[in-house]
């Protein structure tokens, strides 16, 4: 049962240039996206959030765009810094109390 | 910066064995959530809490499995007769209300032998 998917499960990008990572969902009924980070031995940390009523949020250097057409969300991570080195997870939500995670895209940054 | 902590960080358990996880959320929180993460796999939904019952839970989240706010700061996670493929990595979240994320705490690596 693949509610959220993240097809590409690594990215390298140089330092500086941007990071674009991908999660496409099935579902009609999610009204709520986030994505997290997690690092090795830690659990997911928040990153940014976005409802489904907009279409582009951004924090500082990271930005959420929402396709609801295409059942698409991207994170924008501009410019990266090695910091961001660390598993993405996208999560979904239909407004029960779950989130439904992707299986995560792990990005490197490359000084 | 408040964070939600969870103990014991690894806990290794003989199957058949009972094991209890715990996890203290941020004070000022209302839900709790309880997710499990196997290894190399995605992060799935086991349970949420709130107003001291439990509001969803997943098919994963069966009669070995229970969950307690035994005071009010302790969230726990029970699961009796332990199986092999019980071990994974236990998250326990929480959020102040239904329009705030979710807050993680660093898990516990439960490993059955």
């Known amino acids: 049962d693949q509610q959220v998917k993240q097809n590409s499960p690594s990215l390298s990008v140089q330092e500086g240039r941007i990071s674009i990572l991908n999660c496409d969902y099935t579902?009609?009924?999610?009204?709520?996206f986030l994505w997290y980070k997690k690092y090795p031995a830690e659990g997911p940390t928040f990153l940014i959030s976005i409802s489904s009523i907009k279409d582009k949020n951004e924090d500082g250097r990271f930005t959420v765009f929402l396709n609801k057409s295409a059942k698409h969300l991207s994170l924008h991570i501009v410019p990266s810094q090695p910091g961001d080195s660390a598993v993405y997870f996208c999560?979904?939500?239909?407004?029960?109390?779950?989130?439904?995670f992707g299986t995560g895209t792990r990005l490197k940054v490359l000084a | 910066e408040p964070e939600v902590t969870q103990t014991p960080s690894h806990q290794v358990t003989q199957m058949g064995q009972e094991v209890i996880l715990r996890c203290v959320p941020i004070?000022?929180?209302?839900?709790f959530y309880w997710y499990r993460q196997i290894l190399g796999q995605k992060v799935e939904f086991l349970v949420s809490f709130y107003n001291n019952e439990i509001s969803e839970k997943s098919e994963i989240f069966d009669d070995q499995f229970s969950v307690e706010r035994p005071d009010g700061s302790n969230f726990t996670l029970k699961i009796r007769s332990t199986k092999l493929e019980d071990s994974a990595m236990y998250f326990c979240?929480?959020?102040?209300?239904?329009?705030?994320?979710?807050?993680f705490g660093d898990g516990t690596r439960l490993s059955i032998l």
């Open positions: 979240a929480s959020r102040r209300d239904i329009n705030q994320p979710q807050h």
């Open positions: 004070s000022n929180h209302l839900y």
């Open positions: 579902n009609s009924m999610f009204d709520y």
């Open positions: 999560a979904a939500s239909d407004g029960t109390y779950k989130y439904i």
